[in-house]
């Protein structure tokens, strides 16, 4: 728990001089949050890969993208990218340890009010009220909550730093470009083989088998929590910050 | 003398860069200047006490422990100032104060304060807006204050004016007086090294020349005005020869050459700093 509160206060730093960038984060997740809330609806009725696009979106980077851009991951040296606040306090008398909770820290402001907020609003604002009881419903919020814990802290360890071809501004955008397709791709794919989206089928998920889908997302939560620290502090391990 | 640090048969390949194989042992008290071309490796091997990169080879201790093992107490006896800051473009100087200080125990906040004012530096000013030079006044008035045993400074004076230089040489040497402190310093500037330096370390494309006593290197260095014509014979030590100019680096047996040759000389005149490491470099990269 200490080193959760130390890891708090160096957190901390990056938060408080982030007040702007929170503030355009608030904006625009209210936006996509409005956006796929009203649509669900649709969503349900036709299915569409957008939709699950935005909602894992939310659920794994939540806000990230918009930190400011001191911030942001950045061109170290050489084809090395990571996070600057990293390496600064990778120069410091601070533990691995703490600096690695710290960041994820940083992730958990950055994604879980927005993810708290997008189910609160769609229980009030769409359908699913009349789809989930208040017990599936839980379910529902554990098995996303839990998915933004074991797919959303990956993002986080990526400020450890990354090789590789992508680390040029250009470079990047021509992958994430890529990826976003890819993505796309893959949604599409699955509404095809299966009829609907994963969001669908994680409503009927918790309705047909609520206990269990809390038991295994809770379980996941924890493996992934714990993987993606261990995972991070491999890579500060492995990387030169020339 | 116990050691601060130590270096033992470290190495490191960065793509087509090999850095070592590098010795080096820093006792409290003393001033070592990493002295080489560009890329010889100096500001690679500051990074490598850090445990910023892992040697491939060999061992880097600090305070005995090894700085890549389990154990980062170490981490409290060194300081480290690089030549290129990263991470603080975000923070004032008294954002940036208010955090690192609490993370030194022996933090001397009095001395912070002083250089703030000796340097101008404005602390509600967003790091990255100030100017080079006041960025680095302000990392090193970060630095400095931390009282740690170990100091490790990256080029410290390379955007400083005049004026402040001198200031900052006479604060370091004021800052020695305790004399359980050590730096480690990489420099360009001749007149740092000259006025600071205790010990020379030169590095040459990622090769250990040597560790030189600085005033012991500077004695072992002359140029004589020779007079009459210069004899064919290689002279012991000889470095280069220029009309009536002789350098070399064993004066004692280039004067008894003289005497035994009948070879008078007007003057005899030690060479400076800069010229010594010049000599050096390029007597390595001929050889």
Redesign the interface.
């Given at each position: 728990m200490q080193e959760w509160k130390q890891a708090y206060s160096l957190a901390k730093l990056e938060l408080k001089a982030s007040v702007f960038g929170f503030l355009f984060a608030i904006i625009f997740m209210m936006i996509v949050i409005l956006s796929i809330v009203t649509s669900l609806d649709s969503y349900l009725g036709n299915g569409y890969a957008g939709f699950d696009f935005f909602f894992i979106l939310i659920f794994s980077i939540g806000a990230i993208w918009t930190k400011p851009k001191d911030f942001q991951i950045k061109k170290i040296s050489g084809n090395l990218s990571a996070s600057p606040l990293l390496v600064m306090q990778k120069q410091l008398p601070i533990k691995q340890e703490i600096i690695i909770k710290s960041r994820f820290i940083v992730h958990f402001f950055y994604s879980f009010p927005f993810q708290v907020l997008t189910l609160f609003a769609f229980y009030l604002y769409s359908p699913l009220q009349g789809i989930l009881s208040i017990s599936s419903f839980i379910a529902f919020s554990i098995m996303w909550l839990s998915f933004g814990i074991y797919a959303g802290y990956m993002f986080p360890t990526a400020d450890a730093g990354d090789k590789g071809p992508f680390t040029e501004t250009t470079a990047a955008v021509i992958f994430a470009f890529v990826l976003i397709i890819g993505i796309f791709f893959v949604f599409s794919f699955i509404h095809i083989l299966f009829g609907n989206g994963i969001v669908y089928w994680s409503i009927i998920l918790v309705q047909k088998w609520p206990i269990l889908s809390t038991v295994v997302s809770i379980l996941l939560a924890f493996a992934g929590f714990k993987h993606w620290q261990y995972y991070m502090g491999k890579r500060m391990n492995r990387f030169d910050y020339l | 003398m116990n050691r601060i640090a130590e270096i033992s048969q470290a190495e490191k390949t960065?793509?087509d860069f090999h850095l070592g194989p590098i010795n080096i042992e820093i006792k409290p008290g003393t001033i070592t200047a990493l002295v080489g071309n560009n890329g010889s490796g100096k500001s690679?091997l500051l990074?490598l006490l850090?445990n910023?990169?892992?040697p491939d080879k060999g061992n880097i201790r600090i305070s005995e422990k090894l700085v890549?093992g389990p154990d980062?107490s170490w981490?409290?006896q060194v300081s480290?100032q690089?030549q290129t800051?990263?991470?603080?473009?975000?923070?004032t100087g008294n954002?940036l104060k208010e955090?690192?200080s609490p993370?030194?125990p022996d933090w001397d906040d009095s001395l912070f304060t002083k250089m703030a004012k000796l340097f101008d530096i404005p602390l509600n000013k967003r790091f990255?807006k100030l100017s080079q030079g006041v960025q680095q006044k302000l990392n090193l008035a970060l630095t400095v204050p931390r009282n740690t045993p170990l100091v490790l400074l990256d080029e410290p004076t390379s955007f400083m004016d005049i004026p402040s230089k001198k200031h900052f040489i006479d604060l370091l040497a004021d800052w020695m007086d305790d004399g359980n402190r050590a730096i480690v310093m990489t420099s360009h500037q001749s007149a740092d090294i000259m006025k600071l330096a205790d010990y020379l370390y030169v590095l040459q494309g990622g090769k250990m020349i040597g560790t030189y006593e600085k005033d012991e290197l500077i004695g072992s260095y002359l140029q004589y005005w020779m007079k009459g014509e210069m004899p064919a014979l290689p002279i012991p030590g000889e470095l280069s020869r220029e009309h009536q100019r002789l350098i070399t680096c064993s004066p004692e047996a280039a004067e008894a050459f003289f005497q035994e040759n009948d070879l008078t000389f007007t003057s005899a005149v030690p060479l400076d700093l800069e010229e010594i490491i010049s000599l050096l470099l390029t007597e390595r990269k001929e050889r």
């Open positions: - | 960065i793509d690679t990074k850090m910023l990169a892992k890549f980062e981490k409290t480290y690089p800051v990263i991470g603080w473009n975000a923070f954002t955090f690192i993370l030194y990255g």
